[in-house]
């Protein structure tokens, strides 16, 4: 069952029917968190991991803009207006949004297309996920890993600022999003360093923290990603394709 979105009016924690939690094991399901800054290239190598080793990516920031621009949704003006402010969205319409992305990309990849594990109790649901741009706050990392699953470790892609921001500047000439204009970058970067450099200190106190040189070519920082996920057993069999 999907998870419902919380109520906008006031973005309390909604309760719910009484469930298991977390809602996927960590032995069955592997959870990456993929965070750098603006422009770090998170996207970029996201992309390659999926396209060699089958990862489902799920990047935090696609899925509200997909929601934003959802017709109908409560949200997508409360969406709209924290990704033009530069802040971060309350992490109950985030959290919810990946729970159900995940349960999503299960249907998918399931036989029988179902993943209500109360039909079946000893069949286990499995999965490889990124997800990208998240947890941005403390209070996201410690709720997501409460209530969907807990992570194996995070990617962090470290970057110079002025690396990142030429990155964006150029983006912005063909991407279209809202958030590609200097005084947005500017926040977003802000944002960063205050709320989200915390939590990938957090996970590096518990040794949870592959960090990446993210400047060079992304080809030689893919090789460097590769590196590091085959020492903690990860990147081992690459997908074939046809």
């Known amino acids: 069952m999907a998870t419902t979105l919380p109520a906008p009016q006031d973005h ?8 298991k939690l977390p809602a996927f094991s960590s032995e069955d399901v592997t959870v990456i968190f993929v965070l750098g800054g603006p422009g770090s290239g998170k996207g970029t190598q996201c992309g390659y991991l999926v396209k060699d080793y089958g990862f489902v990516h799920l990047s935090a920031g696609d899925l509200l803009r997909a929601e934003q621009d959802r017709p109908g949704s409560e949200f997508g003006e409360l969406i709209h207006r ?3 402010e ?7 319409v985030t959290i919810a949004l990946l729970e159900n992305a995940v349960r999503e990309a299960m249907t998918e990849s399931s036989p ?3 993943t209500n594990e109360d039909k079946d109790p000893e069949r286990k649901l499995t999965g490889r996920f990124l997800i990208d741009g998240f947890p941005r706050k403390m ?11 807990e992570s194996r470790f995070t990617i962090f ?6 690396t ?10 063909t991407s279209g999003r809202a958030d590609d204009n200097p005084d947005s970058i500017k926040k977003r970067f802000r944002t960063f360093e205050e709320t989200s450099m915390p939590v990938v200190d957090y996970f590096r ?3 949870k923290v592959v960090t990446v040189d993210a400047s060079p070519d992304p080809d030689v920082v893919h090789q460097n990603v590769l590196a590091e996920l085959r020492l903690r057993g990860v990147a081992t069999e690459t997908v074939e394709t046809a």
Do not use: H, W, Y
């Open 12 to 19: 309390p924690r909604v309760a719910s029917p009484p469930r």
């Open 82 to 84: 924290c990704i033009r």
């Open 164 to 173: 990142m921001l030429e990155r964006l500047l150029n983006r912005a000439k």
């Open 157 to 162: 892609f470290d970057c110079p600022i002025e």
């Open 139 to 149: 209070d996201q990392a410690i709720e997501f890993e409460r209530t969907v699953c």
């Open 112 to 114: 029988s297309g179902d």
């Open 205 to 207: 106190k518990q040794t």
């Open 86 to 92: 530069g802040v971060i969205v309350p992490m109950e």
